[in-house]
């Protein structure tokens, strides 16, 4: 079956205004040289369409794109005109996106399928140009099935010699065990806590030495007398600057000690996270953050359980055990892509057996 995935035209057009706010600057200050202020109205008019008109040019060729995905291929289009396509049987694909962000906060994302070559370790990203995140989700969650289904399509031979599906069914008498080092999880957050408390008492030492500690020593006495008091107002401002990271912080730490599991186990038709059961049967879709998903080295990569109650969410580790360079540092889940691909492999063997759709997805922002 083939499917399309196409820029979303409301993206398209922000990307648009985005690209023309620059050429309308320039535009405006050239033509104000020239001409003066005693029209700016008509300048400002011209300017905008100006830009806006470059922008276009450029945007919509390039940045308007569709992704179409068969049973054998991923292939990018523009205008109607295929410029790259990528076999199932020749590669594999992921996700990758970088979120940039200041103090947690999100200010630019890019969404890529990620495509390596089976014969080699190299890989290349090609970017989904204003794709959205739903259109991204649905495109990489197909993109992911066809590549479980070519799996299931060529048997992966055990140490027995047995095939994939028999190598799935032996599962039920010995489960593949993943383990998940919890407490390094739990202190990488509480790191970030102390490096808070250390930025605030620099930043409340800065100021109190450019406030006080500098004027004194031009000899005036009056700073010095004020001191004391002052002290405990730059702490509790430089407190305040510091808040909105303290509670961004504390959110991802509390979300680990209630939801990241110690162990998970995977059956030929379930998933058991510590001592809770999971039976593909029960649920309506599991969704998970592949392996490359990234958000500047900080995303915690989770699994999500969604049936008829609602959505059971489990932290399994960070994105900063793949750019992690230290060996001292623990690993939080070093088996993270194994764990990824073999519940993909499991959940569509067990919906081919049973006639039922995959429950396996993508987790993707």
């Known amino acids: 079956m083939e499917k399309e995935y196409k820029s979303?035209?409301?993206?398209?057009?922000?990307?648009?205004i985005k690209v023309a706010v620059l050429p309308v600057f320039l535009t405006m200050a050239l033509a104000i040289s020239i001409y003066g202020e005693g029209n700016i109205a008509a300048i400002a008019i011209v300017s905008v369409l100006f830009g806006l008109g470059v922008a276009?040019?450029?945007?919509?060729?390039?940045?308007?794109i569709k992704v179409t995905v068969t049973d054998e291929a991923v292939s990018f289009k523009r205008r109607g005109r295929e410029y790259k396509r990528f076999t199932f049987s020749e590669n594999d694909f992921t996700s990758h996106v970088d979120?940039?962000?200041?103090?947690?906060?999100?200010?630019?994302?890019?969404?890529k399928l990620r495509v390596i070559p089976k014969d080699s370790d190299k890989y290349k990203d090609y970017t989904c140009h204003n794709f959205s995140q739903k259109t991204f989700e649905e495109c990489m969650a197909y993109v992911d099935s066809r590549g479980f289904r070519q799996n299931l399509s060529k048997p992966v031979e055990d140490e027995q010699g047995e095939g994939f599906r028999q190598a799935v069914s032996a599962l039920e008498a010995e489960p593949l065990v993943f383990t998940i080092n919890k407490e390094a999880f739990i202190n990488k957050y509480k790191n970030l806590f102390k490096i808070l408390i250390i930025t605030m008492g620099i930043i409340t030492a800065l100021l109190f030495f450019i406030t006080f500690i500098i004027p004194a020593i031009n000899g005036d006495s009056a700073a010095l007398q004020n001191a004391g008091g002052m002290l405990i107002f730059l702490t509790v401002v430089a407190g305040i600057l510091m808040s909105l990271p303290f509670i961004l912080a504390l959110r991802p730490l509390s979300k680990v000690r209630n939801t990241a599991p110690e162990k998970v186990t995977l059956y030929p038709d379930r998933v058991v996270f510590d001592e809770k059961i999971v039976h593909f049967k029960d649920i309506q879709q599991i969704k998970?953050?592949?392996?490359?998903?990234?958000?500047?080295?900080?995303?915690?990569?989770?699994?999500k359980v969604?049936?008829?109650?609602?959505?059971?969410?489990?932290?399994?580790?960070?994105?900063?055990?793949v750019t992690q360079i230290s060996k001292k540092k623990?690993?939080?889940?070093?088996?993270?892509?194994?764990?990824?691909?073999?519940?993909g492999n499991v959940s569509a063997l067990w919906a081919e057996q049973n006639n039922e759709q995959s429950r396996f997805t993508p987790e993707l922002w």
């Open 99 to 111: 979120v940039h962000s200041w103090y947690f906060i999100p200010i630019l994302t890019s969404r």
């Open 56 to 64: 276009a040019v450029i945007v919509l060729p390039l940045h308007n």
């Open 8 to 16: 979303s035209l409301l993206l398209v057009l922000l990307g648009i």
């Open 288 to 303: 998970m953050t592949p392996p490359a998903y990234s958000k500047d080295s900080g995303t915690i990569r989770v699994l």
């Open 306 to 321: 969604i049936d008829n109650s609602g959505i059971t969410e489990y932290a399994l580790g960070h994105y900063s055990d």
């Open 330 to 343: 623990p690993k939080i889940f070093e088996e993270y892509e194994d764990f990824y691909h073999a519940l």
